[in-house]
């Protein structure tokens, strides 16, 4: 029996309304973009759509953008909210299809990595992250151990900035939240990667403070290339780039006359814009794309929480967490990892959001270092830009950590649920 006329406009008019609200909450739930060579990302422009469909308002991303150019001398964000790209803007050499060194946030992919590593070769782990790896097995040419503390460290603290290795230029040491000043001391010599790296000073025993040093994570992927039999870049390439369908990328490995045998686990990965938004996305789904589990869904968790190997600051397995709310404008959740230039990926599990912050100089916009091809440069009005001197309210203060943060909390604020 069909319904009375009345009746069956009401039941009309709520099935037009789910329909509306279902795209969002649920069939937006299993999107994944397509490679940008079929298509890419589904995009938003329209201001209505954008605080409609993806539920943000344009106006904060707006404010976010103005900030962001402000901060460095070439850049770009992006932005991803319930599947759809809904903010794109470059300026100077930052473009879509560029392949800009990228800095520290490598970092984050070089841990993404191990985790994948950590499931594929599990019995090589049998305490998985709390595996102690100044072995024969993993490091075999950092015998003789030349610091008797090294025997203790373990994969978790290399990859949380906790095993004892000495911060790199003047960062200091961090126990339990208290700063300890530390003398600079040499880190990583691109001409003996491996080698300074391994033995790079130890400024306490390892688990016993924290100190952002980049030998740390790429003696993590000498760990992953001895286990894997696989360079870091092609392990990449087959856990993580083919899966999602990146466009061409790479690691900088060219410099002057020199050129690293091996990749740094430590940062410089060169990736498309709109790719760093996929390798977020993934993140946000809990490591999965489409139907395949690329990253363990535990470990990206563990990711975004503060970590038993690292009590002493909120820095977990190559990511900042805001588990503390020491970013009090951002929700608890979000994680992040940023890069020298001014480069952030950031997301934020409570907001579906994917939040891309490019940044560098000319130098890390240089096409020798990947040896990739970079498309022509459009804008040129930054050739001469430099930063106003830094202070607490300069530009200058603006692009690093501090600038991240602020574009985080801006965004976070636009969210209009």
């Excluded at 790079?200 to 030998?215: E, I, L, Q, R, V």
């Excluded at 363990?296 to 709310?325: K, T, V």
């Excluded at 020298?340 to 916009?365: E, H, M, N, T």
């Excluded at 603006?398 to 801006?410: K, P, Y």
């Amino acid at each position: 029996m069909l319904p009375p006329p009345r009746r069956f406009a009401r039941l009309v008019a709520l099935a037009s309304l789910v329909f509306l609200v279902l795209p969002v909450a649920v069939l937006g739930a299993d999107y994944f973009p397509p490679p940008d060579s079929a298509g890419g990302w589904r995009t938003l422009s329209d201001p209505a759509a954008i605080r409609r469909v993806a539920g943000i308002d344009p106006r904060g991303l707006d404010q976010a953008w103005a900030l962001t150019q402000r901060a460095t001398q070439h850049g770009g964000l992006l932005v991803v909210r319930r599947g759809h790209l809904v903010f794109e803007r470059y300026f100077g050499k930052a473009q879509r299809d560029g392949n800009p060194d990228m800095a520290s946030t490598g970092k984050a992919y070089t841990s993404i990595a191990c985790g994948i590593m950590l499931r594929e070769f599990a019995s090589e782990f049998p305490d998985g992250l709390a595996q102690k790896v100044f072995t024969q097995r993993y490091l075999p040419e950092a015998f003789p151990l030349d610091d008797p503390r090294r025997a203790e460290i373990t994969l978790g603290q290399l990859l949380s900035m906790s095993a004892g290795y000495h911060g790199e230029g003047s960062s200091p040491g961090v126990v339990m939240g208290r700063v300890v000043p530390l003398v600079p001391v040499p880190g990583q010599d691109l001409r003996d990667l491996d080698g300074s790296s391994l033995h790079t000073a130890m400024w306490t025993n390892a688990g016993a403070g924290y100190s952002y040093s980049s030998p740390a994570p790429h003696i993590a992927s000498m760990v992953l290339r001895r286990v894997t039999g696989r360079e870091l870049e092609r392990y990449i390439d087959e856990k993580l780039a083919k899966p999602m369908g990146w466009g061409p990328w790479g690691y900088c490995i060219h410099h002057g006359d020199h050129t690293l045998p091996h990749v740094n686990g430590a940062g410089s990965i060169s990736v498309h814009a709109t790719d760093a938004l996929r390798f977020g996305y993934c993140l946000l789904h809990q490591g999965r794309w489409g139907k395949q589990q690329l990253v363990p869904a535990d470990y990206i968790a563990a990711c975004s929480r503060p970590s038993p190997h690292n009590p002493h600051s909120p820095y977990s397995l190559m990511f900042e967490d805001n588990a503390d709310g020491h970013v009090a404008g951002a929700p608890r959740d979000a994680f992040w990892k940023s890069g020298a230039g001014g480069f952030g990926l950031v997301v934020v599990p409570s907001l579906d959001l994917v939040i891309y912050k490019l940044g560098g100089r000319d130098s890390q916009y240089e096409p020798s270092l990947t040896g990739l091809p970079q498309p022509p440069v459009k804008d040129n009005s930054r050739d001469d830009w430099q930063p106003l001197p830094r202070g607490p309210f300069s530009e200058g203060s603006l692009g690093g950590d501090d600038g991240l943060r602020r574009v985080i909390e801006m965004i976070s604020a636009s969210v209009r649920d």
